[in-house]
């Protein structure tokens, strides 16, 4: 009888684990990202480079590597990294963005795209 209770409780607790909400993945190896914050990355994901500078001005770093480019941008608030790799024939697009303070701390993605998209003149 006593094993029964613990494996409810048990079996009640890993319940209240799972999540109902939808998610998206920028890359499929990593954690999904939440609704909620897709709204700041939306922005970013999918776009090509010139849809980039369009929304943050000039990158402060690009570098080619194989098929594989990455555009940097920095702020204030934030530095950015966007990771561009070709879908089939198609112009490379932002498949996975990566975020810091400028001391390195961490900082939200969706938070760092917003605090880019406000700076002057693409600094």
């Not at 409810?8 to 920028?26: E, P, V």
């Not at 697009?93 to 406000?118: E, F, K, M, W």
Request: some cysteine.
């Amino acid at each position: 009888m006593r094993r029964l209770a613990s494996v409810t409780i048990m079996a009640l607790a890993l319940a209240g684990c799972t999540t109902t909400g939808s998610s998206i993945s920028a890359r499929p190896d990593t954690t999904p990202v939440p609704s909620a914050m897709r709204a700041g990355l939306d922005r970013v994901i999918g776009r090509d480079a010139a849809a980039l500078v369009a929304l943050f001005g000039q990158p402060d770093a690009d570098i080619r590597e194989g098929n594989g480019r990455k555009l940097q941008f920095t702020s204030a608030a934030c530095v950015l990294d966007a990771y561009l790799y070709p879908k089939g024939v198609s112009a490379p697009v932002v498949t996975y963005v990566d975020s810091r303070q400028p001391d390195g701390s961490p900082i939200d993605r969706a938070s760092c795209v917003a605090a880019l998209t406000r700076r002057d003149g693409g600094r």
